[in-house]
């Protein structure tokens, strides 16, 4: 029969020892414990547990746990009610990043009333998302994700269970894989020729060109033409993408205190703008469109700012296509440097900084410390990109770092996580860099590039907005140059 021990003022011992002696005649000991008589220490069978928890004194694991002090991750001093709110700044991934220098690599923060888990090392990532995987594979019902994913209903927001086993299982196999991504690759050589096309017009005048919305306008082509089977290009879509990503990037009252922050965000008018981007932008198009899009924005960003990357890259692609005329899909194999430049630029800047949060689904412990069930765990990708111990001059933009380097961005090497790892890893790695490389392949394949205005490289403003995905904050533009192919 299952027993435990249970501590108890002697008056309460007494009385279970009086009243709860099991009709079978099973002996019940109680002895007094070293500490004398302030308390009793008792062996009680499976009646007295039932009794117990009728009377709410708790089971065994509840028992267990509140006689001794759990061990939990160092905590920056909080202050009433609001915890470690007022630590977080604009831009969370440095702020996260800063407390993490001072407290360690795994902390535990009072976000409002929700106890928030941030991991900023690789040792500690590869705990979370591949070694107890399963322990912290959930997701948070936070309130932006839920309407716009229709009570989540994707597989990014929604929480671990069968659904949600089932919807990946379904999206792999017949979104994913490496036969149906390569089954639509027409379709990324048509529309990024087509864009090639309309920087080309803008190249007779030598003017200026805003990549970010031709990159953002190329990603949604893309899409959806994919998934709906024609183009689809409204008028106002940038500013839908743009401010969907604002919203979800912005915590709401709610995802803090949950039972009275609702009311906050109605008054604030939230709730009334996730309405309205509901009803003018789909999940599935700024989840794909965004991160693709913001990915070429910072790598040509870095190129124009690192001229050194940016001959190297372009004389790769020049020698190993010759006089074609664009990059197909079937090129991009052979484009090693090129590969190096996107890797550089996953980890410098990777798409999702912190990460969509994940939530625990049962007690475990990390390094030695007590994780709870309901805990909130961020992982700073961004800082770990960042961070020395894994990467010489983790500043410089330096593509050279991963010649001859195993490290990959697939999931296997936790110091270079631009898509998650495990199962809550991103299942369209595969889409997005397809559409990544034949982007940035014909862009240095067809231009090269000059600053407008006689600007310099140093004055490139390389600051990030605030997002669910990190955009570079003044969009950037660049005047393109055909390149003369005959002069080869």
Known sequence: MDQFALSLDPITAK????????????KVEHFCSMCGPKFCSMKITEDVRKYAEEHGYGGAEEAAQQSKQPNLPPSPPRLPFIGNLHQLGALRHHSLWALSKEYGPIMLLKLGSIPTLVVSSAEHAKEVMKTQDLDFCSRPPLVCPKRLSYGFLDIAFSPYNE?????????????FSVKRVQSFGFVREE??????????????????????????SLTNQIISR????KSYQGNNFEEYVFEALAV?????????????GWIVDKFTGLNKRLENIFHDLDNIFFAGVDSSAISIVWA??????NQDAMRKAQE?????IGNKGNVEESDLDQLNYLKMVLKETLRLHPPGVLGIPRETIRHCKLNGYDIYPKTRVVVNIWAIGRNPEYWDNPEEFLPERFLNSCVDYKGQHFELLPFGAGRRGCPAITTGIANLMLTLANLLYCFNWELPNGMKREDINMDESVGQTVHK?????????KYNFSMT
């Open 15 to 26: 009385s279970f020892h009086d009243k709860t002696l099991p009709s079978n005649g099973a």
């Open 163 to 175: 659904y949600w086993r089932e919807m990946r299982k379904i999206c792999i196999l017949e979104l």
């Open 191 to 216: 529309e990024v020729a087509n864009m090639i096309k309309s920087i080309s017009e803008s190249s007779v005048s030598s003017s200026p060109v805003n990549l970010t919305s031709k990159f953002l």
């Open 226 to 229: 994919i998934v709906c089977g």
């Open 248 to 260: 979800l990037g912005t915590p709401t009252a709610a995802d803090y205190f949950p039972h009275f």
């Open 300 to 305: 040509m960003s870095e190129l124009v700012r």
């Open 316 to 320: 790769e692609i020049r020698l190993c």
């Open 473 to 481: 904050k003044v969009p950037l533009h660049l005047i393109p140059i």
